[in-house]
């Protein structure tokens, strides 16, 4: 079996940055209000048509591309995780393909929010260890201000999320000793609805029902969190999945580099950090600035840490995200 590395890595976000100053005119909320409760300053929103989903995708993968030193036609499959494509179906993966030029390669769309990105990165290493493909592309793309609730009512989770891009090749390698070194996936179904967009679906409520009752009191289409709820299984989530991907590799937390958490909430990092007695820099956050980007959340952070020199050679960079479904997963990457 080979070995798999990231070996390019982008990102893409909007040049529109929202306040919450901005925001407290939309909605009752302020920024004193936001910043205790998430650690959130500002956030990027689309307010160009170009900037779709794939589009921003693309931004972010053409980037990691030229990083990765392989030419675009050396891209074996494409891995998009994305909970806001701009079709119902199909998928962004193939639009991807489409916008790039490749050749046919396969394209995977994958539906686990905020995991979805380390969800993408296990499914490139498994078909990559097992010789199956030379380079994947893994793309976490999220264009989320359009569908969120921008009044007083939708204030507790609007404030939230904002849009961008993420991207990373990744490539085989024969040096056992570096890349990927283990990945760990979780699920736990019994709390889908927590956290989660019910309507448009064929579920429960479908289109044509929400078009033939007009009921501009129905909240269904708009994202619903439990947040304390969320909060308190994620940390525990977020420690188990840590330790699991740990223990897998015979390794302790103090041979953790860089930790890279997906930015859900800046509580929820400062958490996990004080619970591992990790330094500041040990530990990535730009929440601040971008808010929770979803899926691109960790290739944003993971991207602007190597950008900023703050991984290096042979540092060991641990990723996790916990997010809607619930859905929750680690990596364990040799750098």
């Not at 993968?61 to 909970?83: C, H, N, P, Q, Y």
């Not at 990165?121 to 264009?143: C, H, P, R, W």
């Amino acid at each position: 079996m080979y070995n798999s590395k990231i070996s390019g890595l982008g990102y893409y976000v909007p040049d529109n940055v929202v306040t919450n100053d901005d925001l407290s005119r939309l909605m009752d909320t302020n920024d004193e209000w936001i910043q205790e409760r998430t650690g959130i300053k500002e956030r990027r929103h689309v307010n160009s048509p170009d900037d779709t989903t794939t589009a921003m995708g693309v931004k972010a993968a053409i980037m990691a591309i030229e990083r990765s030193g392989i030419a675009k036609e050396d891209i074996d499959f494409i891995v998009f995780a994305t909970l806001s494509p701009e079709y119902y179906f199909p998928g962004p993966g193939v639009l991807v393909q489409r916008d790039l030029g490749l050749k046919t390669v396969g394209a995977l769309d994958i539906r686990n929010q905020c995991s979805g990105f380390v969800y993408g990165l296990s499914v490139a290493d498994q078909f990559i260890k097992t010789g199956m493909y030379k380079n994947v592309l893994v793309i976490g793309s999220e264009l989320q201000s359009k569908g969120l609730d921008m009044t007083t009512r939708g204030r507790g989770v609007s404030v939230i999320f904002g849009d961008g891009a993420g991207a990373a090749v990744v490539s085989r390698t024969e040096d056992k000793t570096k890349g990927i070194l283990s990945t760990h996936l979780h699920s736990e179904g019994q709390y889908a609805e927590e956290l989660a967009v019910i309507a448009p679906g064929m579920g429960k409520r479908w289109v044509t029902d929400i078009i033939k009752e007009n009921n501009p009191d129905d909240e269904s289409y708009y994202p619903y969190m439990n947040g304390q709820f969320v909060f308190k299984n994620a940390v525990t989530r977020f420690s188990e999945v840590i330790n699991e991907g740990l223990q897998a590799n015979n390794l302790v937390v103090s041979d953790i580099n860089m930790l890279i958490p997906h930015q859900a909430n800046l509580r929820i990092s400062q958490f996990i950090q004080q619970k591992f007695k990790l330094e500041d820099n040990q530990v990535y956050n730009n929440i601040q600035k971008y808010g929770n980007t979803t899926a691109a959340s960790i290739p944003i952070a993971l991207t602007e840490a190597w950008e900023q020199g703050k991984i290096k050679e042979g540092d060991l960079v641990v990723l996790a995200a916990f997010g809607s479904g619930f859905t929750w997963g680690s990596a364990i990457i040799r750098w």
